[in-house]
């Protein structure tokens, strides 16, 4: 969702605005801008086209500055054109852009209009400039510190103001932002890794600060005014390739890392110890009897697999329940829950206000299960387990999700283990199982070119059914979500026993039914909503495990997976559905990486 980048230097700073921004384009944007402070006053670039657009608009009207802030814009309020792109001004003064809504903008917006101020764009965002620059009395810090009590909802911001050419201000509440540390010259980003290249040491701004940069100091000061001391932590340049290699998108890219991404997330020791999730995990484990997952999309249906896993492996009680949802409900807390918060970035919006949410009602077993390690959740959480899948671009996500479930079976074995129910012949057998995960991924990926030739027939479609049972319905759920993601295709996904109830109205030839066919204890149940689907001319594709003895014939497509892979088996049966999105996808000639309206890091609620 959007970036925002800024600094103050003493050199032209558009080039590192420029760069920092293209380091965000991954989360997913619709518009981009960019303002420095020269001669006296603001100016702007913005364009609806990618950053590239942007940065050939700067060479060519010789846009240049010490002074400087950027963006790229996933609309929330006003359509994706140029005059709501950010950065927005306030009567050529002021400069800001902004990520996340502001609740009360209407009510502000009469107040402002009141005082004289004329919107020209459809944003919730100009009263922040507005507002700002109505507060502004020579001192931008101050005036910032005063707007921001009168505002609800979302907001990072970065801020510029043309009386003072050497400063740019910033401020969070709900939204990430971090600062970086120079030498004579500080920035400001939406996540560390916009400045890598500038810098490595960072100052990741807490709920309700407000920051200065200046050339040669930083100040922030906490929700309540004080100046405090934030730490500095040093963030290694991110070193990790960023490169297509011979890939066609980023998404294929990162379905072909699962199996390292994968065995990188493995831990190393041959035992489940609870020290894995932190130091203070063996008390908070031996103090639990159930357990609360939330999440959203893709991290929510990870947190539905381990729902079984938990409670079939450990026996603990769990609950999965959608952030966004929880977050607004009337809930009974329960001491003695372990709160998990599964997300790829740790920043997801909705997933952090969840975790305040549950710790504001007095859960105190919190753990995170995410990608970033310097993420608001990992550091929110009193345990934390971090994924290895290294930097996801795609927004459709795969080897995240994949990364999530080894974390979450690792979580479940643990648990059973203290909990008795895991002994050291069955934790051998997890860990063996864990460890040759990486290889039983490399012989899936290896059923690419059978995948491919599915997926011309999927991309004329434009309704498909997924079916799964037992563990697997979470993973037909995840197979559905990628086809509609990329392809756009209408898919719908059902545990194989609903179909009856419901859904089986649906099926004729014109809908295919994708079948997750694991070799499990639901197989034969399984092949009887099959024949369901074949007596009403339903077309079946099947993912069917090759000790199955499922064979393919008219109407009954059939793709033979590896042996069973018991309680693992999700992990690799998930591998061929993201194949077949992604290549009905390409069929369909859709944009794989950045698929239409959506983003990847969803900071916004
Ligand atoms: N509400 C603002 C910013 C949107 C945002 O944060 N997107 O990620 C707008 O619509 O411009």
Redesign the pocket.
């Known amino acids: 969702?959007?970036g925002i980048v800024g600094a103050v230097a003493q050199r032209n700073i558009v080039p590192v605005l420029i760069e920092g921004l293209r380091r965000l384009e991954y989360?997913g944007?619709d518009s981009c801008g960019v303002a420095v402070l020269a001669g006296g006053e603001p100016h702007r670039a913005r364009s609806v086209a990618r950053v590239a657009d942007l940065d050939e608009q700067v060479r060519e009207t010789h846009l240049e500055g010490f002074t400087g802030i950027a963006h790229?814009?996933?609309?929330?309020?006003?359509a994706p054109v140029t005059n709501?792109?950010?950065p927005?001004f306030s009567r050529n003064a002021l400069a800001l852009v902004?990520?996340?809504?502001?609740e009360n903008y209407e009510s502000l917006r009469d107040m402002l209009r009141g005082k004289g101020y004329e919107f020209v764009?459809q944003?919730?965002?100009e009263v922040i400039a507005h507002l700002i620059h109505s507060l502004y009395r020579g001192d931008l810090f101050a005036a910032v510190r005063e707007a921001v009590q009168q505002l609800h909802g979302?907001y990072?911001i970065a801020v510029e103001h043309k009386d003072q050419p050497d400063t740019v201000v910033g401020a969070r509440q709900g939204?990430p932002l971090v600062v970086g540390l120079g030498e004579g010259e500080n920035f400001l980003a939406s996540d560390a890794l916009a400045l890598a290249g500038s810098t490595e040491h960072f100052i990741f701004l807490e709920e309700g600060d407000v920051c200065e940069l200046t050339l040669e100091r930083v100040r922030v000061a906490d929700r309540d005014g004080n100046d405090v001391e934030r730490e500095v932590r040093t963030v290694a340049a991110y070193g990790g390739a960023v490169e297509l290699g011979p890939y066609r998108h980023f998404m294929q890219k990162e379905i072909f890392e699962q199996p390292r991404a994968i065995g990188d997330t493995i831990p190393q020791a041959d035992s489940f110890d609870a020290s894995l999730f932190g130091d203070a995990a063996a008390t908070a484990f031996g103090e639990i009897d159930n357990l609360l997952i939330l999440a959203c999309g893709t991290s929510y249906y990870s947190g539905l697999t381990a729902k079984y896993w938990l409670e079939s492996i450990a026996k603990i009680p769990t609950q999965v329940e959608i952030a966004s949802e929880y977050r607004y409900r009337d809930s009974v807390p329960n001491p003695k829950s372990l709160v998990v918060v599964i997300s790829q970035s740790g920043e997801t919006a909705d997933t952090l206000a969840a975790l305040k949410h549950a710790q504001s009602l007095g859960h105190k077993h919190t753990l995170s299960i995410c990608n970033v390690g310097t993420s608001a959740m990992v550091r929110l959480t009193e345990l934390s387990f971090l994924t290895h899948a290294g930097r996801e671009i795609g927004v459709a996500s795969t080897k995240a999700f994949t990364t999530q479930l080894v974390a979450l079976f690792v979580l479940a074995a643990t648990l059973g283990k203290l909990r008795g129910h895991v002994d050291a012949s069955l934790e051998a057998q997890y860990v063996r199982q864990l460890r040759h995960l990486p290889a039983a991924l490399n012989s899936v990926l290896a059923l690419e070119p059978q995948i491919i030739a599915w997926s011309e027939d999927f991309s004329r479609k434009e309704n498909a059914l997924f079916l799964g049972r037992g563990l697997h319905y979470p993973i037909a759920l995840e197979g559905a979500l990628k086809l509609k993601e990329i392809s756009y295709i209408h898919a719908e996904a059902y545990p194989a026993g609903e179909l009856k109830h419901g859904p089986l109205a649906l099926v004729t030839e014109a809908m295919p039914v994708v079948t997750v066919a694991p070799n499990d204890t639901l197989l034969e149940k399984l092949k009887s909503n099959m024949q369901e689907v074949r007596a009403r001319g339903g077309e079946l594709y099947v993912f069917a495990d090759s000790d199955t003895r499922i064979v393919s014939e008219e109407g009954l497509h059939v793709i033979r997976m590896p042996e069973h892979y018991g309680l693992l088996s999700p992990i690799l049966h998930v591998v061929p559905l993201q194949l077949l999105a992604y290549h009905t996808a390409c069929s369909r000639g859709t944009d794989v990486d950045k698929p239409r309206n959506l983003?990847k890091s969803v900071?916004?609620e």
Do not use: P
């Not at 814009?73 to 006003?78: D, F, I, L, Q, V």
């Open positions: 969702m959007c989360r944007y790229t814009r996933w609309a929330t309020h006003g709501n792109a950010h927005i902004h990520n996340g809504i502001i764009s944003t919730d965002t979302a990072a939204s983003a900071t916004v």
